[in-house]
């Protein structure tokens, strides 16, 4: 079969007109979901027009009734309440799990029908922006950031679902405009998930080579496979059919020797693991030599080694449900575009109060270190002094392991060289010694 590579502009209209069915409003065109409002009104006085021209008096357009009303259509006049919470910042880092559950309390006390989580984060780890692509992105992901993806899930999941005090449970809506990195897990647990025109949902990649330095061959491909299997586990609970093909993708977006392409059969998307027997070409073998991408279409995530989603790619295969630019539009498509009232809640002052702490956290780590450097140049050969700065040693060391403790989920630790939980079984032993040497101290006094 002649193969083409992602949408082909020639076949875009036959497409969306043949999942319209599979669909519903959610297949807007290419342009999002403003143009179906468009194509309603524009139905509208056409019938007029028609009814004008045979004679017979215009008639009203009557609503709808029960469970085959449009989804594009609002089904109650109840005025609905709209939760948005837009994902700030890094992935990991201001976005993690103290203030989503934070966030996740205020929803409860909120108790809206609708809630809305924007992702905005590209590639960024520790405090560090890095560019618009990230080779090291997929290593940083699967060994820092996939944990945070999980909890996540379960906090905007399971935790909701499981909350017997949280009487009505609010519909969850993913909005992708970029989910790079370790934010690309996350999307996939939404059942109802739209994309930004210009959206950008991977940009992961590099699995295969994970843990090249560690044990044998077999013992790293446990490793590998073990976090594969966490990630698409996470896809897995926004599988709207149960089919399990968000499986599919993740393999695709996070090892570059994976092929998939698909073919769409009666409008809807179909899946093969090689690169030739699908219509179109989402990734090749990207270890072997002539397929490997070049450096253009890597930065631009036009590669086929590593899947990198798009809008138009997300809504072809299903994955999106449509194309939103603006929170409106979302709205319209479910439904409750004529009244609703949105709101974010607490939702923007808990991440920045988080953001402020985590900076403040850094730069209170960074001063005990230059306290601790301080008294161990000062020296003191005197039993007093010598005392003294034990004792103060002892108190910048506990303070140290308070913020640590509190704030270890998104602080970076690269300044101490390694993890964290290493880092305070060393500050807790350094104490033990220092106490000791106090008692040897004052006994021989």
């Known amino acids: ?52 021209t045979l004679g017979a008096p215009a008639a009203t357009a009557q609503p709808q009734q029960g469970p085959g009303a449009a989804a594009g259509q609002d089904q109650s006049e109840a005025k609905k309440v709209v939760y948005l919470v837009v994902f700030p910042g890094e992935f990991g880092r201001d976005v993690s799990r ?5 966030v996740v309390e205020d929803i409860k006390k909120v108790q809206p029908d609708i809630v809305v989580v924007r992702f905005d984060q590209s590639f960024s780890f520790q405090g560090e922006s890095r560019a618009d692509f990230d080779p090291n992105a997929g290593e940083v992901a699967f060994q820092q950031q996939l944990e945070t993806a999980r909890e ?39 059942k109802d998930l739209y994309y930004t025109s210009g959206a950008l949902h991977g940009g992961l990649g590099g699995l295969e080579s994970l843990f090249n330095n560690v044990g044998n061959g077999p013992a790293r491909e446990k490793q590998r496979s073990l976090r594969l299997a966490r990630a698409q586990g996470i896809a897995n609970l926004g599988d709207p059919d149960g089919s399990q093909k968000r499986e599919l993708l993740i393999r695709a977006m996070s090892r570059a020797e994976t092929e998939l392409s698909y073919s769409l059969v009666d409008g809807k998307p179909v899946y093969y693991t090689d690169a030739t027997t699908g219509e179109f070409l989402l990734t090749n073998d990207g270890t072997e030599q002539q397929n490997i991408d070049t450096i253009e279409d890597v930065v631009r995530f036009r590669g086929k080694n590593v899947l990198t989603l798009n809008s138009e790619t997300a809504f072809q295969l299903g994955v999106a449900r449509g194309i939103a630019d603006n929170i409106e ?58 005392s003294e700065a034990r004792s103060r040693l002892i108190s910048i060391y506990t303070r140290a392991i308070r913020i640590i403790q509190r704030y270890k989920e998104s602080i970076n630790p690269q300044p101490i060289g390694g993890d964290w939980e290493e880092f305070i079984n060393e500050l807790n032993i350094r104490i033990d010694n220092l106490r000791r040497e106090i008692r040897n101290a004052n006994t021989q006094r």
């Open 1 to 52: 079969m002649a193969q083409r590579e992602g949408t082909v502009q020639g076949t875009r209209q036959r497409v969306i007109g043949d999942q319209i069915g599979r669909a519903g409003p959610g297949l807007v065109g290419m342009r999002g979901l403003g143009g179906l409002r468009g194509l309603v009104g524009w139905i509208g006085w056409l019938m007029t027009a028609i009814a004008l």
């Open 98 to 102: 103290t203030p989503v559950a934070e």
């Open 152 to 190: 996540l899930s379960t906090l905007l999941g399971e935790r909701i679902l499981q909350d017997k005090e949280w009487v009505k449970k609010p519909q969850m809506v993913g909005w992708v405009d970029k989910a790079l990195g370790g934010a690309a897990f996350l999307p996939f647990m939404f």
């Open 329 to 386: 539009d979302i709205a319209f498509d479910l439904g409750v575009s004529r009244s609703y009232e949105l709101t974010r809640g607490q939702s923007q002052k808990i991440f920045r109060d988080w953001q402020r702490e985590i900076n403040k956290a850094e730069r209170d780590l960074q001063e005990l270190l230059r306290q601790v450097l301080e008294i161990q140049a000062g020296g003191g050969t005197q039993q007093q002094a010598a």
